[in-house]
């Protein structure tokens, strides 16, 4: 009886909940600024579960592929197909349904552009980096480019259109995650060592890292004051984005002299996600007053 009750929580782990959280915050951000002003609450809702559905169904693929790599780290030796409380058959039907439904709701309550765009980003995530992590050092860049699809969803979800906005708000969350992974990569680096991933710290060395992270934080901010300048947010979001992607960028400087690099990387990571969360949530509320 233990077993089987605990049965849909393991699922419902394969599915990272964080991971769709996160994601999910973005694309709340992307649909606010592709809805210029005019808010549709239903559309949103639809947006938000198809989506969702479609990154659970990356989530338990990406599971099922990692499933032996996982076995080999401490942060993931427990998950349930690393330890076999699901089978990889099990695994895959939930994926597919999950996926299943996420585009049928994308493409019959949203429209078509979202839920192409949607199955872009899952194919790249699958198709890609699920695989090329095992073999080259630009895993990460492969997997970030995925991982900025979300806010593109929502933003054509509420505006069924692909502009310039879109194009900068995406390559915003492609620089914003480049400095948050290396900064993973460097804290959990025994565990990528023993797991065989090639990750940028571990093949160039630490401090290569870091030289990106500082090169990325400053495209970071380039690139949103740009969105502030194209779509006219004001004053207000030009100082939010000065005070936190600076404050990121000076602690990523920091780094080069940092006496403990595993925890000089936690905080990056931890200051990263308060930099998405307080710019999303501006983005969030300036697009929609």
């Known amino acids: 009886m233990q077993a089987s009750s605990s049965m849909p929580r393991a699922f419902l782990l394969l599915t990272k909940p964080g991971i769709i959280l996160g994601n999910a915050l973005t694309a709340v951000a992307g649909f606010a600024l592709g809805s210029y002003g005019t808010f549709r609450p239903l559309l949103f809702l639809a947006e938000l579960i198809g989506l969702s559905l ?13 499933r032996k790599a996982d076995q080999k780290m401490e942060r993931t030796k427990n998950r349930a197909l690393a330890t076999g409380v699901i089978s990889p058959r099990q695994a895959l039907l939930f994926a597919v349904f999950l996926g299943g439904s996420g585009t049928c709701v994308l493409f019959f ?18 198709g890609l980096y699920s695989f090329s992590k095992y073999k080259t050092v630009h895993g990460t860049l492969i997997g970030s480019l995925a991982g900025a699809v979300p806010p593109i969803v929502g933003y054509t979800a509420a505006g069924n259109r692909l ?28 565990e990528y060592q023993a797991a065989s991933i090639p990750v940028l710290p571990a093949i160039k060395g630490i401090h290569a890292a870091k030289v990106q992270m500082i090169l990325y934080c400053l495209a ?3 690139i949103s004051m740009l969105l502030g300048v194209v779509h006219r947010f004001g004053m207000a979001y030009f100082g939010l984005t000065a005070v936190l992607g600076f404050g990121w960028l000076s602690l990523a400087i920091a780094g080069l002299h940092s006496k403990d690099d595993f925890v000089w990387a936690r905080t990056m990571f931890t200051v990263s996600l308060v930099v ?3 710019l999303s949530i501006f983005i969030t509320i300036a697009s929609l007053i």
């Open 54 to 66: 479609i990154i659970a169904s990356a989530c338990v693929s990406n599971n099922y592929i990692d």
């Open 109 to 126: 309550f949203v429209n078509a552009l979202s839920a192409l765009i949607a199955l872009s980003g899952f194919l790249a995530y699958i």
């Open 163 to 190: 502009d310039l906005t879109a194009l900068i708000f995406f390559t915003m969350l492609v620089f914003w995650q480049m400095p948050h992974f290396y900064a993973i990569a460097i804290y959990r680096l025994r």
């Open 220 to 222: 970071f901010i380039a």
């Open 276 to 278: 998405i969360l307080g």
